[in-house]
């Protein structure tokens, strides 16, 4: 079974501040894992994904994450925090049952930007 | 817009009432899913299509909880006899394998059962 803990339920930053997101998995095999991010009233969107390729993966709006098997982490992170970026954040792992991929989500970390 | 679409957006019910919620996929999707999220938490898997078969059910998914795929376009989520636990944000992703798999989501159905 495959499992993802998200270490912050909160976290608050300054816009223009770096921006780190942690997330801890847990797989008995080599995993994919997502970050997801949710704005309130709006459906989930997918930042970025890992499959095993390179490890430091690139995503959308700037947010990019680090896999990071001895640590079995794969945190997000952004340079500069900007005032959209304000949302719930999800750690997500894939796990593979049957031929779908089931997603295993975290429990959120909400990121609160403040001028 | 082609992304996944949801309806009703929110829906209000009575407790022991039945729903029924539709998702349409992005069009070329063949795989759909259906998860829950209740408030605070991260959304939890309910059950998986690939095509018209349901493939997956998890153990969240009770003997009142049906869906359905009927050719392999649209689902359909029916509830029956409402609880109020049963109150949650009902989601809808789709994906393509070939594509690379990545889920796509709806915005969501917002069950209030009261």
């Known amino acids: 079974a495959q499992s993802v803990t998200q270490l912050d339920s909160h976290v608050s930053v300054s816009e223009g501040t770096p921006v780190l997101l942690r997330c801890n998995y847990s797989?008995?095999?080599?995993?994919?894992l997502f970050w997801y991010v949710q704005h309130p009233n709006k459906g989930l969107q997918l930042l970025l994904k890992y499959t095993s390729a390179a490890t430091l993966v690139k995503g959308i709006n700037g947010f990019e994450a680090e896999f990071k098997k001895s640590e079995t982490s794969f945190h997000l992170t952004k340079p500069s925090a900007h005032m959209s970026d304000a949302a719930e954040y999800f750690c997500v792992v894939s796990g593979v049952t049957g031929t779908a991929s089931k997603l295993t989500f975290g429990t959120g970390t909400r990121l609160q930007v403040t001028l | 817009d082609t992304g996944v679409s949801q309806n009703p957006r929110h829906k209000i019910t009575k407790r022991g009432q039945n729903v029924t919620f539709r998702c349409d996929p992005i069009?070329?999707?063949?795989?759909l899913y259906w998860y829950r999220q209740t408030l605070g938490q991260g959304p939890e898997f309910l059950t998986y299509f690939q095509n018209e078969a349901q493939l997956e059910k998890s153990r969240l998914l009770s003997d009142r909880f049906s869906a359905e795929r009927p050719k392999g376009s649209f689902s359909t989520l029916e509830i029956q006899r409402t609880e109020q636990g049963d109150s949650a944000m009902y989601l809808c992703?789709?994906?393509?394998?070939?594509?690379?798999?990545?889920?796509?989501f709806g915005p969501g159905t917002r069950l209030t059962v009261t």
């Open positions: 992703a789709s994906s393509f394998p070939i594509l690379g798999d990545e889920q796509y």
């Open positions: 069009s070329e999707h063949n795989r």
């Open positions: 797989s008995s095999y080599s995993p994919s």
